[in-house]
């Protein structure tokens, strides 16, 4: 089945820096990757996603990438804010089942 | 839409007790999924049903685990008996289609087995 990596587990950021999540997967059949963000006490809800016929997108200070070849994508997050502070899970998928990272706590420091 | 509903919200028990938990998904959604959350383990997908039918209960952890979906707008997942390793944030979750399309979480349930 897929396997999905995520790095780094937490990350520590000062307000207006950029943050990277990066994520690799296994599974070379994937061909959807959604990003989501949790935060505390909150469900998991869909910050940006992307789909194997596309590089890169982005949704103002959010944008992911993607490179299918070397099977991996990253969340890249600009002019970040404390508001972003939160777990973010990559999701990788290529049939009914989503496989998420182990999650990225991000903290923004004021 | 409401979105997804789930209750109970929080539910503490005693190790031994049956639970019960529900989910109404997204109406229209033909795709009902559920997740349970430690820190552990990260999110990992118990069961997951298509138009009613289970399709893939692997992670099911054991046979204290079983989950129904009798029509399209009511789920349930079950513990009997319960154990203090289930405690666990458990997360019912819906979409429209099958690959690619976007899953909707429910608020969750928090379940301590005390």
């Known amino acids: 089945g897929e396997n999905v990596e995520q790095h780094p587990s937490t990350l520590s950021v000062q307000e207006g820096d950029s943050a990277v999540i990066k994520c690799t997967y296994s599974?070379?059949?994937?061909?959807?990757f959604p990003w989501y963000k949790q935060e505390l006490g909150k469900r998991p809800q869909l910050i940006i996603d992307?789909?194997?016929?596309?590089g890169e997108k982005k949704d103002q200070r959010i944008a992911v990438t993607l490179n299918k070849t070397a099977k991996h994508f990253s969340l890249h997050i600009t002019e970040t804010q404390p508001e972003d502070s939160a777990v973010y899970f990559c999701?990788?998928?290529?049939?009914?089942?989503?496989?998420f990272g182990k999650g990225t706590k991000l903290s923004v420091i004021p | 839409d409401a979105g997804v509903i789930q209750s109970p919200r929080h539910e503490v028990t005693e190790m031994g007790q049956e639970v019960t938990l529900r989910c109404k998904p997204i109406?229209?959604?033909?795709?009902l999924f559920w997740y349970r959350q430690t820190m552990m383990r990260g999110l990992e997908l118990l069961i997951y049903?298509?138009?009613?039918?289970?399709?893939?209960d692997s992670g099911m952890p054991e046979d204290r685990f079983s989950a129904k979906m009798p029509n399209a707008s009511f789920s349930t997942l079950k513990i009997q008996p319960s154990e203090p390793r289930d405690s666990a944030v458990y997360f019912c979750?819906?979409?429209?289609?099958?690959?690619?399309?976007?899953?909707?979480f429910g608020e969750g349930s928090w379940l301590t087995v005390v």
């Open positions: 979750a819906s979409s429209s289609g099958i690959s690619g399309n976007t899953i909707y």
């Open positions: 599974d070379s059949a994937s061909n959807y």
């Open positions: 992307i789909r194997s016929n596309v």
């Open positions: 999701a990788a998928s290529g049939s009914y089942q989503l496989t």
């Open positions: 109406s229209g959604h033909n795709s």
């Open positions: 049903f298509n138009n009613n039918v289970p399709i893939d």
